[in-house]
């Protein structure tokens, strides 16, 4: 069991330029999340999904967005990068109904 | 969700109990109370969590208070490893968000 696997681990983006944030589960959970942690500070929600092919916004949605078309993976798309979306994500996945989430190793993204 | 309030920050010595404290005088019927932690740089650990009991675990011990408006993560015998970033959270069940606050910066000292 890998857990949850996210890459990369290390990006920097120059402002406006688009990528995709990779997160991979192998332990069949349906709830899946994005966070953003920015320093010292407490993580905040960016988007949820429930099952394949749902999807839902978190607290901080504007400039992501994101797919479920599988079980395991839960990609997070940057539109255009901005400055302000500098910051550490982490990517988690829980059995629905259960209550421990599991988390990734987070993406440190740097945006110019 | 019931928002909580943590100390800043705490010490405490290696291989004494290290005793957390999280007020919560907000929290509904129907909440529970989470705790996690954050090892530098590395994603958020569960730890354990209660509704109304004291828990226990492998890791740590809930003590919650009768009135539920306060609880108290116990470390039993901290170990330098056990230096990290506490947060605890309250929030229904099945709810798919966690809302992590600022926490409880714990440096363990040998």
């Known amino acids: 069991n890998a857990g949850v696997t996210q890459t990369p681990k290390f990006q920097v983006l120059k402002t406006g330029q688009s990528m995709t944030l990779q997160c991979a589960q192998d332990?069949?959970?349906?709830?899946m999340s994005w966070y953003r942690q920015d320093p010292g500070m407490g993580l905040r929600l960016i988007h949820y999904?429930?099952?394949?092919?749902?999807?839902d916004q978190g607290e901080v949605p504007n400039g992501y967005n994101v797919s479920r078309s599988t079980t395991e993976d839960f990609p997070l798309r940057l539109l255009s990068a901005a400055p302000s979306q500098t910051s550490v994500y982490f990517c988690a996945s829980r059995v629905a109904g259960y209550n421990e989430q599991f988390f990734g190793p987070g993406t440190r993204l740097t945006v110019l | 969700d019931a928002k909580t309030t943590q100390p800043p920050s705490m010490d405490c010595a290696e291989g004494r109990a290290a005793n957390l404290p999280c007020n919560h005088s907000t929290i509904s019927g129907n909440e529970y109370v989470y705790w996690y932690r954050q090892i530098h740089s590395q994603g958020p650990q569960y730890i354990i969590h209660?509704?109304?009991n004291n828990e226990t675990n492998e890791m740590a011990s809930l003590i919650i208070t009768e009135d539920r408006k306060s609880s108290t993560l116990i470390l039993p015998h901290a170990t330098l490893r056990d230096t990290a970033v506490y947060y605890c959270i309250v929030r229904p069940p099945n709810d798919y968000k966690l809302s992590f606050g600022a926490g409880t910066t714990v440096t363990v000292r040998a």
């Open positions: 999904s429930v099952g394949a092919g749902i999807t």
């Open positions: 209660g509704l109304k």
């Open positions: 332990m069949n959970h349906e709830y």
